[in-house]
């Protein structure tokens, strides 16, 4: 049971800005941080955004990350048949001791 | 590179332990946590558990925490996860993922899952 609540699909054409939404019913996310993550399926997931709005190295700079109270996105701009693939938020949850995960997003170009 | 490579497909009856194993390499593996992470078919991730690979402490999820070990074997990098009582809704892939705690970055790298499937 995800305590993160994502849109289960989302889509756009080549080229375009998408934004995909988490939020959190209560005030976590005030406190700590978001993650997103890009899975293609049949693989692992793979780390795109961390500390709310961080790349690691070799993600594109088409993948940003915020955070607003209560709600975090992810946008791409630039949309490219490649980034067709689920995405999940995840953030520490102080309530629970443990990290939740959204129940993903399915992105389709 | 950094690389985790994770066991073989098991198949258990219901009832049964699993041992998965999640070997690193290209880093030093005493200085990062592993977590892990599975995914039944269809659905989203959830998250099982963390290990300190240096201290060996560990942090298991309350959903687990009756039936889930997690240890490690500094000597060959490698994590490890047991879960017992396995039952039919614990059919999953398992991924081991690790925690770059130096600058906040949780699952900077995973594993490619090991699938577990429990059926009598």
């Known amino acids: 049971q995800s305590v993160l609540t994502q849109p289960p699909s989302a889509s756009g054409t080549p080229g375009q800005r998408v934004t995909i939404s988490c939020s959190e019913g209560s005030s976590n996310f005030g406190s700590n941080y978001v993650n997103w993550f890009q899975q293609v399926p049949g693989t692992a997931p793979k780390l795109l955004i961390y500390?709310?709005?961080l790349r690691p190295s070799g993600v594109p700079d088409r993948f940003s990350g915020s955070k607003s109270g209560t709600s975090a996105s992810l946008a791409i701009s630039g949309l490219r048949s490649e980034d067709e693939a689920d995405y999940f938020c995840?953030?520490?949850?102080?309530?629970?001791?443990?990290?939740?995960f959204g129940g993903g997003t399915k992105l389709t170009v | 590179q950094v690389q985790l490579v994770q066991s073989a497909a098991e198949v258990k009856n219901p009832g049964a332990s699993v041992k998965l194993s999640c070997e690193t390499s290209g880093y030093t593996f005493t200085g990062y946590y592993i977590h892990w992470v599975r995914q039944a078919p269809g659905k989203s991730l959830e998250w099982m558990g963390w290990i300190n690979a240096g201290q060996g402490n560990t942090h298991y999820s309350q959903t687990f925490q009756d039936r889930v070990t997690m240890t490690r074997d500094t000597s060959a990098n490698t994590a490890y996860m047991e879960l017992s009582s396995l039952r039919s809704e614990d059919t999953a892939v398992y991924f081991c993922?690790?925690?770059?705690?130096?600058?906040?970055?949780?699952?900077?790298?995973w594993g490619p899952g090991t699938l577990v499937t429990v059926s009598s």
């Open positions: 995840a953030a520490w949850n102080d309530k629970l001791s443990g990290w939740m």
């Open positions: 500390r709310d709005n």
């Open positions: 993922a690790r925690d770059n705690v130096k600058v906040g970055a949780a699952f900077d790298f």
